[in-house]
């Protein structure tokens, strides 16, 4: 079989969520046929590695060309028009911005477990903790180990299978900074920059609660994929969570969807859940904006005994754990939407 054929066999592979198959769309890159016509080695342009919608469309590419009698060799790319020494962290596929409108919501608990959740599907994850006002991200999974300098640069300790920096390695628990934008600017820069993050599927950030200097500098500063909103089910943390998408919106961020925290409380007596603060809060804001609803996680004293002890609760049993799993896999998912888009739009 020659390329043409084997762009004509793989016309019968649908993208679920662009809705139209992969050739016409332009996500077929590049198509080679050793000259024997026994292996075709093809690269699609998908973008979200591990994420269970791109998984199945490359094992549906790879079934395609299996039951036609070809060896397959896939690779994944998203074309770009930058050249690699122009880009910001050139070997980051996905930066991912985990935000909310008020304190105390669960952001940095679902920055955690989001990104370890990523980690457990089989990706190479980096956790930077950018809450330079209240930094607890290496309490929440348990990275003691201070950062090594090698020469330049900052290796990040690693922790769960993710590599973990946070503004707390370098001040101090129990020292309070008081940072100013600018500071916070130079801070953040040189912290994404001077980090050796090393190939990254995903990096996720916890941003400081509301939208400051922080937000800005690095919506500013980094690709962002998209930003997840974290908000809990009632009308005064919705009303920031909107603010939060003001704020994404101006500046053309792709927001990947609500995610709800403490929708309901999980009684460790009864292990039912009761609703404490009001239902489907984050559903109506995300169905109101259009945007995807990433799932709900409940008010479960385990996630909090798993944030204390440095063990993300996504990495243990249960449904509290499967409702931060799900949430990772629709990120994963919702990233990938939005590289395969860009690579439409690019081809
Ligand atoms: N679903 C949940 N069930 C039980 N406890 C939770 C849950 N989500 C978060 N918590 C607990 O609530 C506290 C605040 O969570 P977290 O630090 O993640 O919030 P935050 O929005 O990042 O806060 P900040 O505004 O300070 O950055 C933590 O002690 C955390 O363990």
């Not at 690779?75 to 304190?103: W, Y």
Request: aromatic residues 4%; glycine residues 12%; negative net charge.
């Amino acid at each position: 079989m020659d390329e043409p054929g084997v762009r004509d066999l793989l016309r019968s592979v649908v993208d679920p969520d662009l809705d139209d198959d992969i050739v016409s769309l332009g996500l077929v890159n590049d198509v080679t046929v050793r000259e024997d016509g026994t292996t075709a080695s093809v690269s699609l342009a998908l973008g979200a590695p591990y994420s269970p919608t791109e998984t199945a469309i490359a094992e549906e590419v790879r079934t395609t060309l299996t039951d036609a009698g070809l060896d397959p060799e896939l690779s994944a790319r998203i074309p770009t028009a930058v050249a690699p020494d122009e880009q910001v962290l050139p070997k980051v596929k996905n930066v991912i911005a985990v935000a909310s409108g008020k304190g105390g919501v669960g952001k940095s608990t679902m920055a955690v477990n989001v990104a370890a959740g990523l980690a457990d599907m089989g990706a190479s994850v980096g956790l930077f903790d950018a809450d330079v006002y209240g930094p607890n991200v290496p309490r929440m999974v348990g990275a003691e180990t201070p950062p090594r300098t090698d020469g330049e640069t900052i290796v990040p300790p690693e922790q769960h299978g993710m590599r973990v920096m946070s503004m707390d390695f370098l001040t101090g628990e129990d020292d309070p900074v008081i940072w100013r934008g600018p500071m916070v600017h130079k801070i953040i820069t040189q912290l994404v920059e001077d980090v050796d993050w090393g190939g990254l599927d995903y990096l996720v950030l916890d941003l400081p609660p509301g939208t400051g200097d922080t937000q800005l500098t690095i919506l500013q500063t980094l690709p962002l994929t998209g930003a997840v909103i974290v908000t809990t089910p009632e009308e005064v943390a919705l009303d920031d969570a909107v603010k939060g998408l003001r704020m994404f919106g101006k500046h053309d961020t792709n927001v990947l969807g609500v995610a709800e925290n403490m929708a309901g409380f999980r009684c460790p007596d009864c292990g039912s859940v009761h609703d404490v603060f009001g239902e489907g809060g984050g559903e109506r804001l995300a169905a109101e904006h259009d945007l995807p609803f990433l799932g709900g996680v409940p008010l479960d004293p385990a996630v909090r005994t798993g944030g204390d002890g440095g063990e993300p609760i996504v990495l243990g049993e249960g449904e509290t754990a499967e409702a931060f799993a799900a949430i990772s896999e629709a990120v994963a998912n919702n990233a990938g939407v939005v590289r395969r888009r860009q690579a439409v739009e690019q081809a």
